[in-house]
């Protein structure tokens, strides 16, 4: 502990609020919540823990507090700073899970849609369904059910559901409001877990079509029946009614956390979610941090009812959620909660040993480098490369990896403005000193490495840069290349000399894939350059052809290659007056002779 914390530790105060640690740049890297400020803050720097809170602990140089009336205030301040700080050691959930609904739409005459987004414009959303295949089974079914809009937009003429009878026109019938509302209203029902009505009612209809020897819509009636049992009665029945309830079970193992969301719709278990994060508070505290920010992403709706594990505050999540909310001590609820807690173990136990894996190659990776360096361990690291052929269409680009990992959103390219083509030096400090004015006025986080693709020399232009110039102390390693263009030394220090990884360690490993990245990362973007530079190159020139006549060429012949060969009537067709198509015809045709010579 520095001096600063050990004076805030003893002013902390007994009420409920949250707290906030920041790294030696100022930036808040955690966000919690707590009934007693001053008991959860101080237990951060007291006592043992375990090697990945150990971690946070030692990136923590000052904390701010904010006092709250209420611990479901603390919540919802909580969930407000993790949303607006982005804190790199809290849950956040980013995955890129969604889910199929069927929604009903907010028109004058709606219809029956799939969507994986979940929307506040008034239409009616039923679901989530397992898989998109279940869904497109259900709507399908009402389809042949219920004769509402099928199409996007109305068209002028019927159509061939309307023809079927799967459609009562709209688009050429008036449709009166209050039978196009009844229709809605019962498929609302079907969804809502109404089908078995639906089901008898068809009977009923298919029974009567028989007695009047209507064979064939009898057995229309028969053939939706089978549908409703084959989609809508397949899986087993979990409950005995048909509320929509979300159940959460969670398991902890070695500072890991996982939180099984079991979907129970209509009495079905359909579909479960599983997330798994590194814990860093007391596992109920954080349990209502993730159901705040489940039911804060818009494709999970509310449902009627939550059912959650014992030890859980029921309360705060009722009043943050304005939902039913249980916590079940017997019976079929309690063996759900029970069977999603066994779930979440499982997981964790299949999930703990990549997670540990994964772990080592990347911030264990980290610390091994710190420790070979004999530096702070680089969790936010920076690498440079330059990237030209011969001299030719020069750029340079940047790419940032935070905790081990690819930190894609802070990748950078870079044509060089004032070096000269062919001073890679020249390019290295530009590039260099662009990056950090720049971190310097926007206040962005300064890297505790920064890796340079090359040797001596364009180490020491950056250190010139970073050091002599901008008055920054941020370590400059280099990475040479042995013959075979692959990572062989990393380079560091004052006189440079290279530092012993061996080959197999897992430092090795993460300069090797930030130096296999950043190349990649230049050499596209040259390429890129390069095609578009000899693109438009082969096109410039043309006599009497400016920009709208060169697109219009492109659009029309699809590659400059067809345009080189292209006739004087083809070039005609493709909107060039005829004297100018005969110069444009001519002029590769005289660029093609002086190729051959």
Avoid at 123 to 138: D, I, L, Q, R, V
Avoid at 323 to 334: A, L, M, S, W, Y
């Amino acid at each position: 502990m520095n001096e600063l914390i050990e004076q805030k530790l003893s002013i902390l105060p007994d009420y409920s609020g949250c707290y906030m640690m920041k790294d030696r740049q100022g930036t808040i890297i955690y966000v919690g919540k707590a009934k007693v400020l001053k008991q959860r803050v101080r237990s951060y720097f007291t006592g043992t823990h375990d090697a990945k809170t150990q971690r946070l602990v030692g990136e923590i140089v000052d904390f701010e507090t904010i006092i709250t009336s209420s611990n479901i205030e603390a919540l919802i301040l909580e969930l407000n700073l993790i949303k607006q700080y982005d804190p790199k050691y809290n849950i956040m959930l980013k995955d890129d899970k969604t889910y199929p609904y069927l929604k009903i739409t907010a028109e004058r005459h709606p219809k029956l849609i799939i969507t994986r987004q979940v929307k506040k414009d008034k239409g009616k959303y039923f679901g989530p369904y397992p898989n998109s295949f279940a869904a497109n089974e259900t709507k399908k079914l009402l389809d042949r059910i219920y004769p509402y809009r099928k199409c996007h937009t109305l068209p002028d003429r019927v159509c061939l559901y309307y023809h079927l009878g799967q459609c009562l026109g709209p688009c050429v019938n008036d449709v009166s409001q209050e039978t196009y509302k009844e229709m809605i209203d019962n498929i609302s029902r079907f969804l809502n877990g109404g089908y078995k009505n639906v089901k008898n009612e068809l009977l009923v209809k298919m029974l009567a079509a028989s007695e009047e020897l209507e064979f064939e819509r009898a057995q229309e009636y028969r053939d939706q029946i089978i549908n409703i049992e084959k989609i809508m009665e397949k899986q087993t029945i979990t409950m005995n009614d048909f509320t929509d309830r979300d159940v959460f079970g969670y398991a902890v193992e070695n500072g890991w956390m996982c939180v099984q969301v079991f979907f129970v719709r209509q009495g079905k278990l359909i579909e479960r979610d599983v997330s798994i994060f590194p814990l860093y508070q007391e596992p109920e505290e954080v349990l209502l941090t993730f159901i705040g920010q489940f039911y804060s992403k818009s494709e999970h709706l509310k449902p009627q009812e939550i059912l959650l594990p014992s030890g859980i505050d029921a309360e705060i999540i009722r009043q943050l959620l304005e939902v039913n909310v249980f916590i079940p001590q017997r019976g079929k609820k309690k063996d759900l909660v029970n069977l999603s807690i066994k779930n979440a173990e499982i997981s964790l136990n299949e999930k703990f040993l990549l997670i540990e894996r994964q772990e080592s190659k990347t911030i264990g990776a980290c610390e091994d480098l710190g420790e070979a360096m004999n530096i702070t361990i680089p969790l936010r690291i920076e690498a440079f490369d330059n990237s030209h052929t011969y001299g030719a269409d020069p750029v340079s680009a940047m790419v940032s990896f935070v905790d081990g990992k690819p930190n894609r959103k802070d990748y950078r390219k870079y044509m060089t403005k004032t070096a000269a083509a062919h001073d890679d030096y020249g390019a290295m400090r530009e590039v260099v000193r662009r990056r950090y004015i720049r971190v310097l006025n926007e206040n962005l986080p300064l890297p505790d490495l920064i890796v340079i693709d090359g040797g001596k020399g364009h180490m020491e232009v950056a250190r010139e840069v970073i050091e002599d110039e901008l008055g920054l102390s941020i370590p400059i390693a280099g990475l040479a290349k042995d013959d075979k263009h692959q990572t062989s030394q990393l380079l560091y220090g004052n006189p440079v000399e290279a530092i012993p990884l061996k080959s197999t360690s897992e430092a090795f490993y993460l300069l090797q894939r930030i130096q296999d990245e950043v190349h990649r990362f230049a050499i596209t973007f040259h390429r890129q350059r390069r095609g578009t530079n000899s693109f438009t190159s082969a096109l410039d020139g043309l006599p009497g052809v400016g920009p709208k006549r060169k697109k219009n060429l492109l659009k029309y012949f699809k590659t400059v290659k067809a345009i080189q060969e292209a006739s004087i009537e083809e070039l005609q067709k493709a909107g060039l007056p005829a004297a100018i198509a005969v110069s444009v015809a001519e002029h590769f045709k005289a660029q093609e002779l002086l190729e051959k010579k």
